[in-house]
Each structure stands twice: as C-alpha cells, then as structure tokens.
C-alpha cells in the first residue's frame, strides 16, 4: 500500500514540474500574413491613402473655385450697389439744390463709367490668364517656330464657325497675342534681356486683350445710330491709348534686340514678331482714327 501511494505522490510531482516547465501563455495558432501578401496590403493602404489625397486636393480645388466665383459674384454686386447709391445720391443733391441737374449727370456718367471699367478689367484679367497660360517657354528657335505654327492653327480653328465679322476681329487679337506669347516664349533663349522682353511682351498681350472688345463695339455699331451720331469717339480714344502705349512698349522692343547677347537666328525672330505687332498698331491707329472723324449727321454737335 506504500508503493503504491508512494507512486501516486511521484507521478503527482512529476505533473507539476511539467506544468511549471511551461510558458506562462500558451502561444495562439500561427494566422500570420504571408511576406508577399503583406506587402500587398500595404500596398493597397498605400493606394488607399494616395486617392484619399487626391479626392482631397480635388474637393480643396473646387472650393477654391467656389470662393473665387463668389467672391467675383460679390465684388460686382457691390459695384452696382455702389453705382445705385451714387446715383440716387446724385438726385437727393439735385433735389435738394446742392447741385445742378447738369452736374449730376456728368457725375452720374463718370461713375457708370468708371463700374463698367471696372467689370471690363476683370473680364480682361481673366481672358488675359487663359492666354497666358498657354505659354511654353522655348529651348530654340526651331521649337519655338513650331510652337508659333500650332497656336496659329489652334487660333483658326476657334474661329472658324464665327460671322465674317467676329473672325476678322477675334483674328486681330489673336495674332497680336501670337506674336506676343511667341516673345514670352523666348524668356530662355533671348540672352540676358531674355527676362525684359517676356515683361513687355506680357503687357502687349494684356494689350491685345483690352483692345478686342472695343473694337467689336465698334464693329458692331448700329448703322442708323452711325449715320445720325457718328463713330463710337470712346472707344476710338481708348483704343488710341493702348496704340500709343504699345508704341512706346515696340521701341523697347526694338532697342533690347541690339542687345550683343542674341544669337542672329534669335534676333530674327524677334524682328518678326515686332513687325507684326507694329503692323497692327497702325491698321489700329487707323481704325480710331476713321472712328473718331466720323461725325455723323448730328455728331458735330457734341464735336
């Protein structure tokens, strides 16, 4: 009976030992993910991530463009807020005898003026930055000619469904601002007035884009209002300042290609594109010119 209960006890403690020889946890089954899978999942993260930034920026884009509406939105309606309140301001002073009704009328006219200006500015601005941004700066000549070729064509086919008369003026435009981007192009390979001639050449762009309108206005003039009042004289002058303007900006222009830093072919170029836009200031200055001295048969009252 002792052998027997001493063989109990040691198969007891044998349990025992066995059970503090163990971990203290026992380890779960081995889920683990494979190298190459996981490398899959993270790479899937990844992506995840990237569209996540890319919806982002894209949301962020949109708000943007949102706010800029907006706020292009507020900044007119605060102009003909203003223009109201000067107006009715005008009338209360008539009204009121602290000024004459002449007076108020020039006033009235002056500040329609100066809002419409204003709303024309921003529509240039923005026509402006379009064509701007078609812009790639040349790395020589033969890239830029070729440049030169493909906004031609590229002009032509936007206006290739218009009136007769919309294409002869668009295509006014568009071959000053031809002949100007093609200057902005050559920032790189014009030597060191490379820099200066981009500058002018923006401002003959901005030029361009001014001048367009005001020559539709005239083009699209009434004939009775025409035959009875004359040429539309403002915007005839308007047209003369930006001439005068570009003039000035062509004979620097033309001072800054003498610069010893061209190369001849580079120089060449230049001359061309300088004469096209000297080209078109004088068919410019003609047209303000006709505009401006046609009288009418009642115009010569307010000449």
Not at 158 to 163: E, G, V, W
Not at 239 to 252: C, M, P, S
Request: aromatic letters at 2%; hydrophobic letters at 35%; a negative charge.
């Amino acid at each position: 009976m002792k052998r027997i209960i001493t063989s109990a006890a040691l198969v007891i403690l044998i349990c025992v030992a066995s059970a503090y020889a163990l971990p203290a946890t026992t380890a779960a089954p081995d889920h683990a993910v494979p190298g190459g899978v996981r490398d899959v999942v993270v790479a899937h993260e990844t992506i995840k991530e990237q569209q996540e930034t890319i919806h982002q920026d894209v949301r962020d884009t949109h708000q943007d463009i949102q706010e800029n509406r907006s706020a292009g939105h507020e900044n007119i309606v605060d102009q003909r807020q203003a223009m109201r309140t000067d107006v009715r301001t005008d009338r209360e002073d008539v009204r009121d005898n602290l000024t004459t009704p002449g007076e108020a009328r020039e006033d009235i006219r002056g500040n329609l003026t100066a809002g419409h200006e204003d709303i024309h500015d921003q529509r240039v601005a923005t026509r402006t930055f379009i064509h701007g941004s078609r812009v790639t700066l040349a790395h020589n000549v033969s890239e830029l000619r070729s440049q030169i070729e493909t906004e031609r064509d590229a002009n032509q086919a936007q206006i290739a469904n218009l009136s007769a008369g919309q294409k002869l003026v668009l295509g006014h435009m568009y071959a000053s601002q031809t002949a100007a981007h093609s200057l902005m192009e050559m920032r790189d390979i014009a030597g060191d007035v490379g820099p200066r001639v981009a500058d002018i050449a923006e401002d003959l762009n901005t030029s361009a884009a001014t001048v367009q309108p005001l020559e539709q206005r005239i083009d699209e003039r009434n004939a009775a209002v025409r035959f009875f009042f004359g040429g539309d004289r403002d915007a005839a002058d308007r047209i003369q300042g930006e001439v005068t303007l570009n003039q000035a900006r062509i004979d620097n222009l033309t001072q800054l290609m003498q610069d010893p830093s061209l190369q001849p072919d580079v120089q060449q170029a230049m001359q061309e594109q300088v004469n096209d836009l000297q080209q078109e200031q004088a068919r410019l200055s003609d047209l303000a010119g006709s505009e401006h001295n046609a009288t009418g048969l009642f115009g010569w009252i307010w000449h």
